[in-house]
């Protein structure tokens, strides 16, 4: 280790420290803040003001654009009310190219653990802009299957969450979450039973800080914020369960109440998953649970199906991969749209939250075309409220990584910073 990076460790370590002496000064239980993850969270921020710190969404979109035609196509069309602060671009995916390592298409080139380019980009974000948040980075997937994707830490990939019911109960349930029942039979408490009990223990942990001492007339309106926050997901999750309730039940399986691992169905709809794994990536950013994101929509064989029968739905029943090679690739410029809607729907939130401004969204892809996948032409997009941002579509021939070095400067990191970062180079794309 560096002396840089052996510093920057010691100030983290010391600032945990002084973390901890400040809670105990202020009178929080400790109990509380295991059991609300939000109320850790505000804490948090108050101590080291992880509200106002900037924050990163990677996103992750299989098998490139259509011979290149990422901004001649209507592909980008979702991003036409945000186009003043999204940047469009086609740049060469060399890394890796085309089906494979997709940790490779998100920064981390290489093996070496003692290395910062072992980690994917936003892990190595994570690092210096996570440490004081309940969750230094979170991991989330649409239909993602379980291979190695996007994330990967020291050389290590890093698993996600696909259901965004187990991702809601994982990410805000604090210390209160146990294993999941997998096993047959016995019943127990029903999904929604234990998305109540995640919900009750960050409003009594919230609860518990609005009738303290300890915060100020700012901090007690954020508050305010999540605990009303909590109270809409409340009444969306009694919602589901009442349409489940009236729904027939399904063949076999018990109905589907039972509290096991949800499983995501080829048949669902991708979009909506994508919505609403969207939701718990701004809502966890919001509430201070973390500030960084990764949400990777499929895999590298693009196996998730378009025609999901929603009015979002695009008229090719076999997957995205087969549109590449049969014959479909008439349909592949609306594919791209009907990814770029889940991308549209997270800025949406993110301005709704009032965090747009200290957000960037970073969209990438492991190949130029799909078609032949070679390596030119792939699509690349970055959206933020940041300052700085030089929008529009254009084409740059530069290898993607480039823009690694822009999402570092909108976001107020230096690559020597602790030797954390690695350097992708000056940057000046878009930033």
Not at 71 to 89: D, E, H, K, W
Not at 104 to 109: E, R
Not at 169 to 193: E, K, L, M, R
Not at 308 to 313: E, K, L, R, V
Request: charged share 15%.
């Amino acid at each position: 280790m560096n002396k840089i990076a052996e510093r920057t460790l010691k100030q983290i370590n010391k600032d945990r420290r002084r973390f901890l002496e400040m809670l105990s000064k202020a009178g929080v239980s400790t109990s509380v803040l295991k059991a609300s993850s939000i109320a850790g969270a505000m804490m948090g921020a108050r101590f080291a003001e992880a509200q106002e710190a900037r924050k990163l969404i990677l996103i992750y979109h299989p098998n490139g654009s259509p011979n290149g035609r990422y901004l001649n196509g209507i592909g980008i069309r979702p991003f036409q009310p945000y186009s003043s602060s999204v940047a469009t671009l086609e740049m060469t995916i060399s890394n890796p190219g085309g089906h494979g390592n997709l940790w490779l298409a998100a920064g981390a080139a290489s093996y070496n653990s003692n290395d910062s380019n072992s980690s994917s980009v936003n892990m190595q974000v994570a690092k210096v802009i996570g440490n004081l948040t309940p969750f230094r980075s979170i991991q989330l997937g649409v239909q993602s299957l379980n291979e190695a994707g996007i994330d990967r830490l020291n050389g290590a990939a890093v698993t996600r969450i696909n259901s965004p019911q187990t991702a809601f109960q994982q990410y805000f349930s604090g210390g209160a979450g146990g294993g999941s029942n997998n096993g047959g039979g016995g019943g127990g408490p029903s999904v929604y039973d234990k998305r109540r009990s995640v919900l009750d223990a960050n409003k009594q942990g919230l609860d518990a800080l609005l009738n303290s001492n300890v915060l100020g007339v700012e901090e007690r309106f954020k508050l305010e914020g999540h605990l009303e926050a909590l109270e809409i997901l409340e009444r969306r999750i009694a919602q589901e369960e009442q349409r489940d309730n009236q729904g027939g039940g399904g063949g076999g399986g018990g109905g589907g109440n039972a509290c096991s691992n949800p499983q995501v169905a080829t048949s669902k709809s991708a979009l909506q998953e994508y919505k609403a794994q969207g939701d718990i990536a701004v809502a966890a950013l919001a509430c201070g649970l973390t500030n960084v994101v990764s949400i990777q929509f499929s895999e590298t064989q693009a196996s998730w199906i378009p025609n999901d029968g929603t009015s979002d739905a695009v008229p090719w029943s076999a997957d995205h991969h087969q549109a590449n090679h049969g014959n479909g690739p008439q349909h592949l410029p609306a594919i791209l749209e009907y990814m770029n809607k889940g991308v549209a729907h997270i800025i949406s939130k993110l301005q709704a939250a009032n965090l747009y401004d200290k957000t960037v969204v970073l969209v990438i892809s492991e190949m130029g075309d799909g078609q032949d996948h070679s390596a030119g032409n792939g699509p690349i997009t970055v959206a933020t409220g940041i300052s700085g941002l030089r929008a529009g579509s254009r084409n740059v021939g530069q290898n993607h990584y480039a823009v690694f070095a822009d999402v570092y400067k909108l976001l107020g990191l230096q690559s020597s910073v602790g030797g954390m970062l690695a350097n992708y180079g000056s940057g000046g794309i878009v930033a």
